[in-house]
């Protein structure tokens, strides 16, 4: 050990140290610009920007909606998943709609219900929640709610789900939510996201 640390340049560790400094400069001025973009994004959409610690780029929230760039594991600040989040009454259950379902409206292929399946493990049984395929009557459930919707149109829905990249919409008791792989920021998407789920409930 001590042979390794008198081989060591002074050079060298001056090197390690500058590259480590420019490093943590260079990630400081990321997280930096992933707030200041929801910053702006908040003020764009008349909503309420909330820190959420250093790192993580924090949240905004307006009079019927979330948007909240999370870590995909807690701990951690490299992988993200943005949630957008619309309010919504009386929702007709736990549903998973893939963008197909509206594509040849209803296509109950891309349309599943949440669930409880029970599962043998070990010398227990368990109960876990998986989406499957809807019963009739939970079929007509999501039609007639999607029906009363304001300004529901299932072409429009689906072109405009290509358009800004949507792959699913889950319908809970909450509301309608969307979620994105990484930090998404651009705010004609995370607009026209806020547009389709405002436009499927009543």
Known sequence: MAVML??????????????????????????????????????????????????????????DFVIEARPLRAGTSNTY??????????????????????????????????????ERLFATTVAIPRYAESTTGQQSMLLEWLRRARSFDADQVY???????IREVRIDMEGLTVTFPGAVSNFGRLQGTLDVLRSLRR
């Open 159 to 165: 072109q405009a789900m290509k358009k800004f990249r």
């Open 6 to 63: 008198a081989s060591t340049r002074p050079s060298e560790i001056g090197g390690i140290s500058l590259l480590a400094f420019v490093l943590l400069t260079f990630y400081g001025l990321v997280v930096l610009a992933r707030k200041l973009r929801f910053q702006q994004v908040s003020s764009k959409l008349g909503a309420t920007y909330i820190q959420n610690g250093w790192i993580v780029p924090g949240k905004v929230v307006g009079d």
């Open 81 to 118: 998943r943005t949630r957008v989040q619309v309010a919504a009454a009386s929702t007709p259950g736990p549903y998973l709609l893939k963008r197909n379902f509206f594509r040849n409206f209803p296509d109950w292929n891309f349309a599943k219900v949440l669930g409880i399946q029970s």
